[in-house]
């Protein structure tokens, strides 16, 4: 076998964003696009040599392919060895777990997460490190930096590898490793939560329906509900895991997964539902007509958490993306442990998670997680979540009710404008920037600024310091508005407005979020001109 070193020129752009690089599906698939980035990988931490990666994806159209391309090049760049889920599947989380468990150097996590895919839709790659997480700034940096002055890629010139069952193989110098991709995570959750208490309670008529959305969690969850913990046949729906999602959005909220929210209403719907992303990173929480918003399941699983064997000891710390709900800030001040806000993206975890100073972390976009892996984990939210529900005896809806009685509710909702034109959403952000010192004092739709700021983390672990993370703006009586442009779109730009009302009055905790929310939204508009720099007179998506 040959290995071919193929001239190139710097393809523009390669930069990794919120969570890796993230581009249309057709443009990964231009011949070269995905060799140079997996060089520049490769490159850009270093070599590859003697090491050993994880790869992995959620099962997109055009995942088999690059599998394939990225074991060439790794076995052309002289790595070890190549731990790779059987059918070159992962969910993220479990391919956090197993970079850890293995002791691997890094892996290649192939998924576009909630983005729809296909040929039309979208592909990603992205690089995570030995802890198991998405490699920080510094990293993705340095990959960048290196796309930019790539000359050549190295391919391995040899048949593709059997990726179909699990075993070992050569490809070249390079040992493939093929693995079920659900096992390790499966006994891994079994370890953290009382599986026997959850068993009892789902052999008690306890009915729950979880949405795999046609992605990759189909699997995992039958392993985990049905198989291992009873729940009736058929509680997973959509569970078989297809490369276009069954041409759906695998993005579980209220607007993506209606289906499920119309089923978990009324006297008939099961006692709890939930879904998960196109690769299982994320998680929706439902009870029989209740949504849980991600920030407030953040700070439920934080106020309850000791209540599962992996977190019977408490918590050392949580954490959120600044744009989350302060919720979470209210429980941890409750139990006296520290709070760290980090800007937007998984990757701002790793720090504080590797450190001892956080064990669980959040975000509003319906990701939660801990110090069991380094990614936000989806079914490992629906277990914690269900272990909650077994040890109470409680309903979801029961368990919201006291939850706010006792620490307030914190109002939540964002709007998104996507796909608006770059110029007009930069133009916004600018503006607000370049008003952030003469904000507060001032008034927007009857609502004054008690304070505004550029958000920038100052990560106290490794000291970097990242700025301009979005504009978060303080209103009186305990309100927020958050402003930021997503790093995660393949079109054009999408404008996220985060919405937060703090509420502790006992006779206002039950009224519909939009309405509560009504002030802040009216503030948001007079304090960006939201229609006038994008041309949208409401937004595209509600959560
Ligand atoms: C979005 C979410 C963010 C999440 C990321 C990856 O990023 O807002 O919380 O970590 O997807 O799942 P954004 O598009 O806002 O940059
Ligand atoms: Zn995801």
Not at 14 to 25: A, D, H, N, V, W
Not at 107 to 114: D, K, M
Not at 262 to 268: F, H, R
Request: net charge negative; hydrophobic share 40%; charged share 20%.
């Amino acid at each position: 076998m040959t290995i071919t070193t193929q001239a190139t020129t710097p393809i523009p752009g390669q930069k990794p964003g919120t969570s890796g690089l993230r581009k249309k599906t057709r443009v990964f698939m231009q011949p070269g696009y995905l060799e140079n980035f997996v060089q520049s990988v490769f490159n850009g931490v270093g070599g590859i040599e003697g090491r050993t990666l994880v790869l992995g994806g959620d099962g997109r159209h055009f995942n088999d392919r690059a599998a394939q391309i990225i074991l060439k090049m790794a076995a052309a760049a002289g790595a070890a060895r190549v731990i790779v889920g059987q059918g070159a599947l992962l969910s993220t989380p479990a391919a956090s777990h197993l970079i850890r468990l293995r002791k691997a150097d890094g892996g290649l996590v192939l998924s576009a997460s909630h983005n729809p895919g296909g040929p039309d839709a979208d592909f990603g790659v992205k690089y995570n490190i030995a802890n198991g997480g998405p490699a920080p700034e510094a990293v993705t940096d340095a990959i960048h930096r290196a796309s930019e002055g790539l000359r050549a890629y190295r391919i391995l010139d040899a048949a593709d590898a059997d990726l179909s069952r699990p075993g070992e193989a050569r490809l070249g110098e390079m040992i493939v490793e093929v693995v079920d991709p659900v096992a390790d995570y499966a006994d891994l959750m079994e370890r953290l939560f009382d599986f026997d208490t959850i068993r009892a309670l789902l052999a008690g008529g306890f009915r729950l329906r979880f949405d795999a959305m046609h992605a990759i969690t189909g699997p995992y969850a039958r392993a985990l509900l049905e198989d291992r913990l009873g729940a009736a046949p058929g509680s997973i729906v959509n569970a078989t895991p297809l490369p276009d999602f069954g041409g759906g959005h695998p993005d579980p909220n209220p607007v993506w997964a209606a289906d499920l929210v119309g089923a978990m209403t009324g006297p008939e719907a099961p006692d709890f539902g939930a879904a998960s992303d196109g690769d299982g990173d994320r998680n929706m929480i439902l009870g029989r007509d209740v949504y849980v918003t991600p920030s407030d399941s953040l700070a439920v699983l934080a106020a309850n958490a000791h209540l599962a064997p992996g977190y019977a000891d408490g918590l050392r710390g949580v954490a959120r993306s600044m744009p989350t709900s302060r919720a979470v800030d209210v429980v941890a001040d409750a139990l006296g442990i520290p709070c760290h806000a980090t800007p937007t993206g998984w990757k701002f975890f790793g720090n504080l998670l590797d450190a001892g100073q956080a064990t669980l972390c959040g975000e509003e976009s319906a990701g939660t997680g801990s110090d069991h892996v380094r990614e936000k984990d989806g079914l490992w939210a629906v277990l914690l979540w269900l272990n909650i529900l077994a040890v109470r005896g409680q309903s979801v809806a029961e368990i919201m009710a006291d939850h706010w009685a006792r620490f307030g509710r914190h109002y939540y909702s964002r709007h998104d404008y996507e796909g608006v034109e770059a110029e007009g959403a930069a133009r916004l952000i600018d503006g607000l920037r370049a008003r952030l010192a003469t904000l507060p004092g001032q008034s927007f739709a009857g609502l004054a600024v008690t304070a505004a700021e550029d958000f920038a983390y100052h990560d106290p672990v490794d000291g970097s310091v990242s700025r301009a993370q979005g504009v978060q703006i303080g209103l009186e009586g305990g309100a927020r508005v958050v402003f930021r442009l997503s790093g995660t779109g393949t079109e054009g730009a999408t404008l996220r407005v985060y919405l937060e009302l703090a509420e502790a009055d006992p006779a206002r905790l039950h009224d519909d979020p939009q309405t509560a929310l009504a002030p802040v939204i009216a503030a948001a508009e007079a304090l960006a001109g939201i229609t006038r720099h994008t041309g949208r007179k409401a937004p595209d998506v509600i959560t």
